[in-house]
């Protein structure tokens, strides 16, 4: 199985200020397809998750543009330009590259200093 | 919309039978990908099981920890989910989500989800 592992695990941000997520994947997400199926997902308290970024780097419909994802074959990063009080939550990466399964990073939290 | 309305969590025996449903709305399900990814009480998300659409081959995976305990099927006439858990352990316990997963076209992810279900397994 792929192990997603993601930094940090916690992370406090200051409103209005950026913040960013790592995540490294164990093997490669590159698919034999040209594609790389890696994920974010954001969850907020007491929330159901919700898909943010698809392919590493997509916004999916709805997604404010101050969330970005970048990064490349075991590496990948989202990113939050300007931190807003609704951001608030735990944020997952999530591979579909090699299945089964799907597998997810551990959680990272934002909460606001 | 998007609508998918988790129902038949509980308190269970270990050892004991569940069947959770999901009820979907707002797509085409006929045509849907779906699965259940869960969440232990303060813990991450685990996928549990897909099923594909029947077109696809309507195939069924699960993952290992529930494999030969869980089953996975879907009734297309009234747009619902089905997740039928046998023999289950105390480390089941937890929160379960319905989601539709999207295919390579398009996001490969799970795009939408339900509220959840709480299944709790406890003596």
């Known amino acids: 199985d792929i192990v997603m592992t993601q930094t940090p695990l916690s992370s406090p941000v200051t409103l209005g200020q950026p913040a960013s997520i790592s995540c490294r994947s164990s093997?490669?997400?590159?698919?034999?397809?040209?594609?790389?199926?890696l994920s974010w997902l954001q969850q907020r308290p007491g929330q159901p998750p919700r898909l943010l970024i698809y392919?590493?780097?997509n916004r999916f419909s709805g997604v404010p543009d101050r969330f970005s994802g970048s990064g490349a074959g075991t590496d990948f990063t989202l990113k939050i330009s300007r931190v807003e009080a609704e951001d608030v939550g735990v944020y997952y990466c999530?591979?579909?590259?090699?299945?089964?399964?799907?597998?997810f990073g551990q959680g990272t939290k934002l909460d606001i200093k | 919309e998007v609508q998918l309305v988790e129902s038949g969590g509980g308190l269970v025996k270990p050892g004991g039978s569940l069947r959770l449903s999901c009820a979907a709305s707002?797509?085409?399900?006929?045509?849907?990908?779906m699965s259940w990814v869960r969440q232990a009480p303060g813990k991450g998300l685990e996928w549990v099981g897909r099923?594909?659409?029947?077109?696809?081959?309507?195939?069924?995976d699960y993952a290992a920890p529930v494999k030969g305990r869980f089953t996975i099927s879907r009734d297309d006439s009234k747009n619902t989910l089905y997740l039928q858990m046998n023999s289950l352990k105390t480390e089941d316990t937890a929160t379960y989500y319905c989601?539709?997963?999207?295919?390579?076209?398009?996001?490969?992810?799970?795009?939408?989800w339900g509220q959840g279900t709480l299944v709790t397994v406890s003596s």
């Open positions: 989601t539709t997963f999207a295919g390579r076209a398009t996001t490969r992810s799970f795009d939408y």
């Open positions: 707002g797509f085409t399900f006929t045509n849907a990908w």
């Open positions: 099923i594909k659409s029947k077109t696809d081959g309507g195939t069924t």
């Open positions: 093997q490669s997400l590159v698919h034999s397809d040209g594609n790389t199926y």
């Open positions: 392919k590493i780097s």
């Open positions: 999530m591979q579909a590259t090699q299945f089964p399964p799907y597998t």
